[in-house]
């Protein structure tokens, strides 16, 4: 298997700009769930989907962030205006079940200006 | 101002010592842990997991400890070497609840 895929891998944008990163889960994992990494937070989760449906998205920062999942195997998080302080790594990740291995893919680098 | 980022706590190993990582959880009702390892500019990376109706599980120069009673879990690593050092994460799955929560890491510095 592949594992979770993300891309962009990096992503630089100016200030004001709309960023979407997107992601690809695993095979048959039914919970996929998005991350944000920073050195001043650590690790915080965003929002988690179970079957594509949002369950909680409590995490979001803000009304720029939105999230979707219009298929069992393709995730979006979109920032629409960015500002710089939304420069992070941003994680995906799934797990077929609550009580089994949640998998990471390897991060979306951003950066706003 | 000056800006201030988490502070990870460290653990400094020589190569070839054993190494043990301690995390403290808080929820008794947590059924399910893992721990994680995060190497720089890297996505955390699954090392071993363990299920609360144990208290011990090895996996390849790894070992994981929970003690229910007193709510601690550890990762003792065999033989570390400079390929080990990392931030590792524990993280703990509640009972009835879908989502992982992460403790805040230790950071892993081997010297060769």
């Known amino acids: 298997d592949a594992g979770v895929i993300q891309s962009p891998r990096h992503e630089v944008t100016e200030m004001g700009q709309e960023v979407t990163l997107r992601c690809k889960p695993i095979?048959?994992?039914?919970?996929l769930f998005w991350y944000r990494q920073t050195m001043m937070r650590g690790l915080e989760l965003l929002i988690y989907?179970?079957?594509?449906?949002?369950?909680?998205d409590s995490g979001m920062p803000e009304d720029r962030f939105s999230a979707k999942m219009p298929n069992a195997s393709f995730s979006t998080l979109k920032i629409q205006p960015s500002e710089p302080r939304d420069s992070a790594v941003y994680f995906c990740?799934?797990?077929?079940?609550?009580?089994?291995?949640?998998?990471f893919g390897p991060g979306t680098r951003l950066l706003v200006l | 101002g000056e800006s201030v980022g988490l502070h990870l706590p460290t653990l400094s190993v020589q190569e070839g010592d054993n190494s043990i990582i301690n995390c403290a959880y808080s929820?008794?009702?947590?059924?399910?842990f893992i721990w994680y390892k995060q190497e720089s500019g890297k996505g955390p990376q699954f090392i071993i997991d363990?299920?609360?109706?144990?208290d011990k599980r090895q996996g390849q120069r790894v070992t994981v400890l929970l003690n229910k009673t007193v709510k601690h879990l550890s990762l003792q690593i065999a033989a570390t070497q400079p390929g080990d050092s990392a931030v590792y994460f524990c993280?703990?799955?509640?009972?009835?609840?879908?989502?992982?929560?992460f403790g805040t890491g230790t950071r892993l510095l081997v010297s060769p």
């Open positions: 990740a799934s797990r077929r079940t609550p009580q089994e291995t949640q998998y």
């Open positions: 095979s048959g994992h039914d919970y």
């Open positions: 989907f179970n079957n594509n449906v949002p369950i909680d």
């Open positions: 929820n008794s009702a947590s059924d399910y």
């Open positions: 363990i299920r609360s109706n144990m």
């Open positions: 993280a703990e799955n509640r009972g009835g609840f879908q989502k992982l929560v």
